[in-house]
């Protein structure tokens, strides 16, 4: 089955700063790559994700991009600011949708924007 | 996105004892997801919930332990049964997204400690 892969665990940068998450897979059939945000006893929120055909996508200071041939994606954040403080997942999925489409997660990483 | 209600939001329950977490959706979806999040750790799926049929449960995961109802398309159960401190978790519902950007959206969850 699939193994998703997280790394840094932990992550502390100054505010302003960017950050880099990067995740890797195992299952070559995975071909959905979702980013989740979680803030400390609230739920996860997405946040970006991308899909195998797409080998980058951005949305305003948050990116994602994909190597398929090498099977990692990372999530990148530009201009950090103190309220992206959060454990963020990385997650892979065989199949969008349908009976298959549960996501694994990687184990997080606690991302600290310090001002 | 959907919106997702998730109850009850939090309890304390003596060991042997059952707790049934319920799942409501303000839309109709095939497929429901139940994940466990053991404290400070990353989301684990438990079973995949499709209406009129058994849930399918992931490896390490049993129908007489965490057994579940799905009994139409906006509605979901969860009951942790025979429990122990081991399963002091939290308990999400998880569906998925066909419209507006898609993905998977996460219930608020449900904090459950075994005492």
């Known amino acids: 089955g699939e193994n998703v892969e997280q790394h840094p665990s932990t992550l502390s940068v100054q505010e302003g700063d960017s950050a880099v998450i990067k995740c890797t897979y195992s299952d070559s059939a995975s071909n959905y790559f979702p980013w989740y945000k979680q803030e400390l006893g609230k739920r996860p929120q997405l946040i970006i994700d991308?899909?195998?055909?797409?080998g980058e996508k951005k949305d305003q200071r948050i990116a994602v991009t994909l190597n398929k041939t090498a099977k990692h994606f990372s999530l990148h954040i530009t201009e950090t600011q103190p309220e992206d403080s959060a454990v963020y997942f990385c997650?892979?999925?065989?199949?969008?949708?349908?009976?298959?489409?549960?996501?694994?997660f990687g184990k997080g990483t606690k991302l600290s924007v310090k001002p | 996105s959907a919106v997702i209600s998730q109850k009850p939001s939090r309890d304390i329950c003596q060991r042997g004892t059952s707790l049934t977490i319920q799942c409501q959706v303000d839309s109709q979806v095939t497929m429901m997801f139940w994940y466990r999040q053991q404290p400070g750790q990353s989301l684990t799926l438990i079973a995949t919930?499709?209406?009129?049929?058994?849930?399918?449960?992931e490896s390490g995961f049993v129908i007489d332990k965490f057994p579940i109802s799905r009994p139409n398309l906006t509605f979901s159960t969860l009951t942790v049964s025979n429990m122990s401190p081991e399963d002091s978790s939290i308990y999400l519902c998880?569906?998925?997204?066909?419209?507006?950007?898609?993905?998977?959206?996460f219930g608020s969850g449900t904090r459950l400690t075994v005492v």
């Open positions: 998880s569906v998925e997204e066909f419209t507006g950007r898609g993905g998977y959206t």
């Open positions: 991308i899909r195998s055909n797409v």
């Open positions: 919930a499709n209406q009129g049929s058994e849930a399918t449960y």
């Open positions: 997650a892979a999925s065989p199949i969008y949708g349908g009976s298959q489409g549960n996501l694994i």
